[in-house]
């Protein structure tokens, strides 16, 4: 069972620099994540999507895009990232709406210098 | 939105000893509420979840949580903690899209 895949687990950015983060689930759920995680500040989320084609800002969308092309996909782009971007980015799925649990893929820890 | 509050940032703990984790949230409408752990190196895994009916919940590894409607509360208990349980833990609202609190450090001396 993958269940959420996310690559790549480590990259390192110069300020400026553009990359995409792809999150993979292979669940068949509708509802996808991205968060990101700061010591002290917990998981904030960045953006979301509730279906195929569907994308929604979350509390920390500046600086960030996504796309929901295919349902099991969602991908995370930086057009010129930044050191405050430096972090740890966890994608998440869920089967339904507010009342499921979320999965988690295992993070891609991002470095911007 | 709704927005989430973890009010103790590091708990250490003696094992056998009884935790309790606070969370408070803010949101006026239905809301679902779920605690989720993060082992160190880890993602975060799902402990409980409370949608509706009793607001006693127990989750795994002896872990329960209680809804208090009134307080906006959802506290995390363990009655008796493991070296093991160092951890973090999350306390989240889903109300539309998942929120979390920024978390609890737990360390367990042996």
């Known amino acids: 069972n993958a269940g959420v895949t996310q690559t790549p687990k480590f990259r390192v950015l110069k300020t400026g620099q553009s990359m995409t983060l792809l999150c993979a689930q292979d669940?068949?759920?509708?509802?996808m994540y991205w968060y990101r995680q700061d010591p002290g500040m917990g998981l904030r989320l960045i953006h979301y999507?509730?279906?195929?084609?569907?994308?929604a800002k979350g509390e920390v969308p500046d600086g960030y895009n996504v796309s929901r092309l295919k349902k099991q996909n969602f991908l995370l782009g930086l057009e010129s990232a930044a050191p405050s971007q430096t972090s740890v980015y966890f994608c998440?799925?869920?089967?339904?709406?507010?009342?499921?649990?979320?999965?988690f893929g295992n993070g891609t820890r991002l470095t911007v210098t | 939105a709704q927005s989430v509050s973890q009010h103790n940032h590091h708990v250490i703990l003696s094992e056998a000893a009884s935790l309790e984790l606070g969370c408070n949230y803010s949101y006026g409408g239905t809301v679902n509420l779920f605690w989720y752990v993060q082992y160190p190196g880890q993602h975060l895994q799902l402990l409980l979840k409370?949608?509706?009916?009793?607001?006693l919940v127990k989750g795994i590894k002896g872990f329960e949580a209680e809804f208090i409607k009134s307080k906006f509360s959802f506290n995390l208990r363990k009655p008796s903690v493991q070296w093991s349980d160092t951890a973090e833990y999350f306390c989240a609202v889903n109300a539309g899209d998942m929120r979390f609190g920024a978390g609890t450090r737990l360390t367990v001396k042996p």
């Open positions: 669940m068949n759920h509708e509802y």
């Open positions: 998440a799925s869920s089967d339904q709406g507010s009342g499921s649990p979320l999965h």
């Open positions: 999507s509730v279906g195929e084609g569907t994308t």
């Open positions: 409370y949608f509706s009916g009793d607001p």
